[in-house]
């Protein structure tokens, strides 16, 4: 199948277009609210047959149980290629209690970077 889109299909397409969805990805009709915590990153160099992990700390500020979906994007500014303004990474779901603090853990390989690490490489 062929798509005249590109690689600009779903969330690429309304960021390219500015168009606010009204049901984005991961969206859910919590009757609660969340707090991103912190956000950390597991290694600060590593090799491209590596597996690296980002830590997110996330909390229900609410009053009720709810589900959380931690999405973790990453973008290139200046690209030789025509590229997203972001591109989804990993995501992971959580659920919470009232007042509870998970730590969500998403696990991804150094390989699925390896264009802009090649490019941080070639520009150096």
């Known amino acids: 199948m062929f798509y005249e889109e590109g690689i600009y299909v779903g969330y690429r397409y309304f960021d390219k277009q500015q168009i606010e969805p009204l049901f984005p990805f991961g969206f859910g009709l919590s009757y609660t609210t969340f707090e991103y915590v912190g956000c950390e990153l597991a290694k600060s160099t590593m090799h ?27 973008s290139q500014v200046d690209s030789s290629v025509d590229r997203p303004a972001k591109e989804l990474f990993g995501f992971e779901k ?3 209690q009232p007042g509870e603090i998970k730590r969500v853990e998403i696990n991804m390989r150094a390989s699925d970077l390896a264009f802009m690490i090649l490019k941080a490489k070639i520009g150096k």
């Open 94 to 96: 959580v659920m919470l």
């Open 48 to 74: 491209s047959d590596e597996q690296f992990k980002v830590y997110v700390d996330v909390k229900n500020s609410g009053t009720r149980d709810g589900a959380e979906v931690v999405q973790i994007y990453y």
